[in-house]
């Protein structure tokens, strides 16, 4: 293949800073653009050199990847037809693939046809190593994620913890975690395994993610802390890094990490 053309599903911040960047690269001809709101494609193709704004199903025959950063709702809606063309596809909203269904569905459909489906390990870290220590037995990993009591609209003066439980349980309790506790998950030992701790803590600026894990393997720690991006301030920047060095990873034909 000479060179790559990408579909992009959202163009907010996400799909903003990974269109931004694709257009840059010299392996993508060129970027379709989609979103619910044309005019959101449309300003974002302004800033492009190499973009087109079309429907979704106008341009997805003739798109080799397609990077979704919309919403849930989104993966329920595109995510099949995408596989079904034959296409990679690379998903940011992983909470919608909390439908054990719908995953399955997408890991059979993608089989047939030999599509590839990327999770960006997003504003998480040790998500290689946890691949890696899954192999063997893994006896517990653990995610303690610590934001200001702000960003968790709660008005605090000492470090409070504010939930407590599975994966699955917190992404039901607190869907603005939902992605990064949902790329543990279905990395490491699944939603009822996984255990996520949040607390508020009025002495942190910003959002920090730890993971702890233990097994055959030994043990790992991994913590990283986020500044936000700069598009968009509820966003973790390193999202829009792990997306941008997906879709490098989706073309490139050495592949790093587990
Ligand atoms: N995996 C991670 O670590 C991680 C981190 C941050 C955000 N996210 C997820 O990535 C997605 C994008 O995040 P963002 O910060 O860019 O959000 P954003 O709100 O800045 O942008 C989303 C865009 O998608 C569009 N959109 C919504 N529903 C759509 C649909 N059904 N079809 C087409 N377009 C649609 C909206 O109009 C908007 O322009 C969200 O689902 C968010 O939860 C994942």
Redesign the pocket.
Known sequence: MDSYVLGI???????SDVARAADAMEDISTIYL????PE?AEELSWHLTKSKVADFDTWLPHVDIVFE??????VK?YAEKVIRAGKDLII????GLLDEELRQRLEDRARETRSKIYL?S???CGIDGLKAARTAEVDEVTLVTTKSPASLDKKLDRRTIIFEGSAGEAVKALPKN???AA?LALAGIGFERTRVKVVADPVVKHNSHKVLAHGKFGRLRAEVENLP?PH?PS??YL?SL?AVATLRRAMEPIQIGA
């Open positions: 599903i959202g163009c907010g911040a996400i799909g989609y979103d619910i709101k959101k950063a919309a919403s849930h709702e989104a809606q940011m909203s992983i909470g960006p997003g504003a998480v939902v992605n990064v790329c991006n968009n966003s973790s999202a792990s």
